[in-house]
């Protein structure tokens, strides 16, 4: 058998860009690929102080959907979800996106009256939801325990039917291809150590593999932008947490939809491959350990096998943890930063996968004019003083 | 999974607590007198180190009395 090609070449850097991505993550990828293909701007490189994709990027659940309540969040995640329906092709390489639609499950009457305002939300924002009730949960998620005579009763769900999942390493390399196709240098193994600001303007990072001088510097760092953006005197308001996730063995198909639950704090998905995919709500304290504690794992399984009996004797594979995050108000930051030439692409939290495309869109139109793109715009850091929050905790912060 | 010692009870283990975020965060001394940056820096922003860490934690299911730790946020070690 023959080797593959690579995918992309292994430059060395060079000693100035015009736009240096710090993160070679999903959002990193998109935003370099969207900077050469919508803006013509190629000289750009991306340092990645691990390997490409090899954080987050490689640890989410892969869920991608745009119900989200609030107007600034339904019209970047939509906007994103519009995105994805079509990379497949644009990108030339199979993502292996499946719309099987998401199921957000309610479990006591607050949760009922939420879920119905969010999909009627939903709908005014142009966004298809819908609202189940118990028995039509039962008949589009058959394997769902829908019993009242549980602690936490399903008594009905959104849905999205255009919402799903993807691959996420197809998502990362179709991403990478295509921006180093266009001239983008992907630089792995090199990591930021600093920032050279002159006159309030940042002009260079420093790296592992030297100085590279730069016209613009565009953070997408996702869990770790605190300790980044600290190196460049700017304090964020964001707290790192793990997330925890876990793959269960291969099995047949079983489950051909997205079930997920705030309430009871898991969800869950069937890969292509066969595993199930299981998430739960982020570890309380602040880490970059990249793992979470044992109990939060222990109270996810209970709440996926009240949910769904017949996973009782499923074994688990692995579990682990990314580094999210996570803003006041679960939302993302997006745009100029008090540092002129510096900009920043966190906050993301629990929900940053679905938003990849999306993301690399407006953060990549963000650096090319040098102002926040209008569906970036409610996302400034200048919302934490202005008081202007876009409060996602709801649709964000524990499932995603 | 932490093992956080308590100031009263000892050694207990961590789903007996809460979190608390950052230690040592004061009230202003005189809140009218803030501009919206100082106020927003005071409910929003908190250090995010990637090493140690002085949080507060409390003993929810057992005394409740709320205390301090250092805790390393990278090894998760907690400072005797």
Known sequence: MRHPDFLWRNPSPKSAYDVVIVGGGGHGLATAYYLARNHGITNVAILEKGWLAGGNMARNTTIIRSNYLWDESAAIYEHS?????????????????????VLNLAHNLPDVREGRRRASANQQNGIDAE????????????????????????????LQRRAGIAKHDHVAWGYARAADALGVDLIQGC???GFEIDGGRVTAVRTSQGRIAAGTVALAAAGHTSVLADKAGIRLPLQSHPLQALVSELLDPVLDCVVMSGAVHVYVSQAH??????????????????????????????????LFPIFSRVRVVRTW??????????????GPTPVEGLYINAGWGTGGFKA????GWVYADTIANQRAHPLAEPFSLDRFTTGALIDEHGAAAVAH | ?????????????????????????????????????????????????????HERWTHSAGCRTWFNVRRHTVTHEIAQ
């Open chain 1, 81 to 101: 979800l519009k995105l994805w329906e079509g990379l497949s092709a644009e990108l030339d390489y199979d993502l292996m996106f499946s719309q099987r639609g």
């Open chain 1, 131 to 158: 609202w189940l009730d118990a028995d039509e949960v039962k008949k589009f998620c058959p394997i769902l325990n829908t019993s009242p005579h549980v602690r936490y009763p399903v008594l009905g769900a959104t």
């Open chain 1, 191 to 193: 990591e930021v150590t």
């Open chain 1, 273 to 306: 491959k066969g595993e199930l995919v299981m998430g739960a709500g982020i570890d309380a304290y602040n880490s970059y350990g990249q793992r979470g504690s044992f109990n939060v794992i222990e109270r996810q399984m209970g709440a996926a096998l009240e």
């Open chain 1, 321 to 334: 943890a990314g580094i999210v995050d996570v803003a006041p108000d679960a939302s993302p930051i997006i």
């Open chain 1, 356 to 359: 990849t495309p999306g993301s």
């Open chain 2, 1 to 53: 999974m932490l093992l956080i010692r308590c100031p009263f009870c000892g050694p207990r283990d961590e789903t007996e607590f809460h979190y608390g975020g950052q230690a040592e965060i004061a009230y202003p001394a005189d809140p009218s007198a803030l501009t919206d940056e100082e106020w927003a820096g005071y409910v929003y922003l908190r250090d995010n180190p990637r090493g140690w860490f």
